[in-house]
């Protein structure tokens, strides 16, 4: 089964002539991931979020974004040009209760937006907010309890359904978080999800307080989810190579990705990508202080750009794509083969 298109890394390129002009005058981001909430429902031993803070010396805080700052940052999105906002955590984003209004102003200002959540709790007006944006990831872990497991059934059911009735195109997938140690339980999960009709299944490494994958043999763990009858376009066949090209050396020194993306915390700070949160080296400011425009353009932000040396970066999800657009600058690949990537409505999410 090939990989879902809007999993794939080169659909980067059909910003990379926003990119070549960037590197000579910088231009405005293409896309922000941000965190409207630290505040999580469940409290997973291998929380990702914990282990990146922990990984650079720092503990998680409990705090949402006010309402205010929400409809301010989506003003400051729209007059930026800002095509797409990823909506993740921190904690969970549904926890944000003005999430539902902040997806509202999103919508007026014709700005796309994806939301990952655990689906545990979902709030009556926010289900139909999530189906109007252009995606929905549910985060499935093995350690979740049986209660909490089956609330996030419960509620990807109804969100299918709501956007059946309101026929969106809202595409909804799985973000399935695996190990090598507990990957067995996985076969429920998958039961369950192939009476659902969502769009896809993500499978994802969990990570640890020392952010180390590489050391774990995967033979064995994706030997077997082979063998289980997954209804659904997956990117299992890709998975063992995704995660050893992580780990690799870095072929390149320049991050291509800090011209087209950002992140944005619960607690406000900027910083260039979400594999850096929390690491006060590469804070660049915050929206409480400043516009995020203002943080954006400042010199700081620039001498990042110029100066960091991405080899001593750790293991990141931008790697791949700065793989690819490095080789679209070096013109080793061919813009019009990957055409078909470049045009899936995902391509502004990077």
Same mark, same amino acid.
């Given at each position: 089964?090939? /990989? ?58 409990? /705090? ?14 729209? #007059? +930026? ?58 985060? +499935? ?8 497991? %089956?609330?996030?059934? *419960? ?22 978080? /695996? ?32 952010? *180390? ?5 995967? #033979? ?17 066949? #890709? ?52 516009? %995020? ?44 083969? %990957? ?9 502004? %999410?990077?």
């Amino acid at each position: 089964m090939t /990989v879902p298109q809007n999993l794939k890394d080169t659909k980067v390129l059909k910003h990379f002539s926003h990119l070549q002009k960037s590197l000579k005058e910088l231009q405005h981001p293409i896309s922000i991931e941000l965190h409207p909430s630290n505040k999580c429902n469940l409290n997973c031993l291998d929380c990702g979020y914990r282990a990146l803070l922990s990984y650079h010396g720092n503990e998680k805080t409990f /705090v949402v974004m006010t309402r205010e700052t929400l409809l301010d940052l989506a003003k400051q999105f729209s #007059d +930026l040009n800002i095509k797409a906002i990823t909506i993740s955590g921190g904690g969970d984003p549904s926890l944000n209760p003005y999430l539902s209004e902040f997806l509202k102003e999103l919508q007026k200002n014709k700005i796309k937006y994806g939301v990952i959540t655990n689906g545990v709790y979902l709030n009556k007006f926010l289900p139909k907010e999530l189906v109007k944006g252009e995606y929905v990831r549910f985060s +499935l872990y093995t350690d979740a309890t049986p209660q909490q497991f %089956f609330s996030t059934i *419960k509620n990807i059911r109804l969100l299918v359904n709501l956007k059946n009735k309101l026929k969106t195109n809202c595409i909804m997938g799985i973000g399935l978080l /695996v190990d090598t140690t507990d990957y067995i339980r996985t076969s429920q999960i998958i039961e369950e999800l192939n009476k659902i009709n969502i769009s896809y299944i993500s499978f994802r490494p969990k990570e640890y307080l020392n952010r *180390k994958l590489d050391n774990r043999n995967w #033979d064995e763990p994706i030997g077997y989810l082979k063998k289980i009858k997954i209804k659904h376009p997956n990117n299992l066949e #890709d998975l063992k190579r995704r995660i050893s090209e992580l780990h690799e050396a870095k072929p390149y020194v320049n991050c291509l990705s800090l011209h087209l993306t950002s992140h944005i915390d619960a607690n406000g700070n900027v910083y260039p990508c979400c594999e850096q949160t929390g690491n006060q080296k590469y804070l660049m400011g915050n929206i409480y202080k400043n516009p %995020f425009k203002e943080i954006w353009y400042s010199k700081k932000y620039s001498d990042l750009r110029n100066n960091l040396d991405a080899k001593k970066c750790p293991y990141c999800r931008y790697n791949l794509k700065n793989i690819v657009l490095h080789k679209a600058l070096k013109n080793e690949i061919n813009l019009k083969d %990957f055409e078909k990537d470049m045009q899936h409505s995902h391509a502004d %999410f990077l």
